[in-house]
Structure formats: structure tokens, C-alpha cells
């Protein structure tokens, strides 16, 4: 099953940047990657996913190594409602995500 | 437009019993995927199913299983409940392939 690698905790402050690393050295060529959230006690909520290029939403900013085996998820300013735990995800044929344990977000005033 | 609809919410049940959960997808969506989440294990793959065929399983026992409705609908049961069952029990929706799924509320599930 795809893995991804990511740190277990960060903190970011309030208005700032939150960078958030992701390692998928598996991934395969038609393989997607996906940024989820969750917030306590709700569903995932989706956020962006990608290819090979880099992709801008509403939401985030991410951005894939030309290798593709590692990516970044960029919230350009945190608030305090950004503060959840965020997966990082590859899949392929059909629609079958596989969570790790992603990494909890603490945003600070 | 209306969001994945997951119900009920909240249900208590007693070890041996069976249960039948509900899932409503976004309207035009086609694929519906389940979840399983407890604080040991995270969020696990169930089963996905795409126009009424089950395309996907996890590695659950057989206890669990599913079906998909014409209208897209989803239900997942669970036979002869164990205490370990305990969860939130969520579920997903989706255009299709590589595509983002949207989840629902969740059904928390509790086993006495």
C-alpha cells in the first residue's frame, strides 16, 4: 500500500506560512498526490492534489520535486482555524486513499 | 450544493448485534469509499464502490461489507459486533478516478 513519510507535529504562528513536508519516494508515475485535514471530531476535508506540476487553490499552494517523491504544502497565512492534522496521500486506479498519521498543525495567536 | 450525508450520527449497540450504516453522496457522484477511525489504528480503508461494484476492499474481516445503490446511495453492515468495532465509521464521495473525494460527518459507533 502507498506510504508517505511526514513529520509528526509543527507549529506555525498566526499570519505566517505553514509549510508542511511530505515524503512519497514509492510513488509511481500515474499516481496522484492528495492533501487532506482534519479537524477534530469532522470528516477529512479535502485541499488540493496534483500530478507532476505545482497547483494553487483557494486553500494551498503545492508544490511537487521534479523527481516527485517529495512534496510541500504551503498555507500562505495560517489562522487559527487552520490548525488540524493534515495528511499526505498518493493514489492511483480507483479511489482508495490510504492515511498515514499525518502531521498536527498548531497555529498560535 | 448538499454535501455527503452520513446517518445517524451517533449509535450504541451491544456486542453480537449487527448494524447498518448510511452514506448519501454529492449529487452526480458515482464513487463511494468507507473509512474506519480509532485512535490506535487512524483512518483505515474499508471498501469503495463505484456504480454499484465494489472496485476496492481493505483488509477487514468479512464481517464488514457493503453495497452500492442505483441511485449511488451507499450502506455499509457490520455482523456480529465485537467491542474492537468501536469507531467513527466515515464515508466519502466522488466524481471517479483521481478525483477529490468530499467526506461526511462520520456515524460514531459505539459497542457495549
Known amino acids: 500500500d502507498a506510504k508517505t513519510t511526514q513529520p509528526p507535529s509543527m507549529d506555525c504562528a498566526e499570519g505566517r506560512a505553514a509549510n508542511l513536508p511530505c515524503n512519497h519516494s514509492?510513488?509511481?508515475?500515474?499516481?496522484?498526490v492528495y492533501w487532506y485535514r482534519q479537524i477534530h471530531s469532522q470528516g477529512p476535508q479535502y485541499i488540493i492534489h496534483?500530478?507532476?506540476n505545482n497547483e494553487t487553490n483557494e486553500m494551498a499552494s503545492l508544490i511537487i520535486t521534479e523527481d516527485r517523491k517529495s512534496s510541500t504544502l504551503i498555507l500562505p497565512h495560517a489562522t487559527l482555524r487552520d490548525t488540524a492534522v493534515y495528511y499526505c496521500?498518493?493514489?492511483?486506479?480507483?479511489?482508495?486513499?490510504?492515511f498515514g498519521t499525518g502531521t498536527r498543525l498548531q497555529v498560535f495567536p | 450544493k448538499a454535501g455527503v450525508t452520513q446517518t445517524p450520527r451517533y449509535l450504541i449497540k451491544t456486542r453480537g448485534q449487527q448494524v447498518t450504516l448510511s452514506c448519501s453522496p454529492i449529487?452526480?457522484?458515482?464513487?463511494v469509499s468507507w473509512y474506519q477511525q480509532t485512535p490506535g489504528q487512524g483512518l483505515q480503508f474499508l471498501f469503495e464502490?463505484?456504480?454499484?461494484?465494489?472496485?476496492n476492499k481493505g483488509n477487514f474481516p468479512g464481517r464488514f461489507s457493503g453495497r452500492q445503490f442505483s441511485n449511488s446511495r451507499s450502506e455499509m453492515n457490520v455482523s456480529t459486533l465485537e467491542l474492537g468495532d468501536s469507531a467513527l465509521y466515515l464515508c466519502?464521495?466522488?466524481?471517479?478516478?483521481?478525483?477529490?473525494?468530499?467526506f461526511g460527518q462520520g456515524t460514531r459507533l459505539t459497542v457495549v
Open positions: 496534483g500530478l507532476k
Open positions: 514509492t510513488i509511481s508515475g500515474n499516481e496522484y
Open positions: 464502490y463505484f456504480s454499484e461494484t465494489q472496485r
Open positions: 466519502a464521495s466522488s466524481r471517479g478516478t483521481s478525483t477529490e473525494a468530499f
Open positions: 449529487s452526480g457522484h458515482r464513487s
Open positions: 496521500i498518493f493514489t492511483g486506479a480507483g479511489d482508495k486513499l490510504i
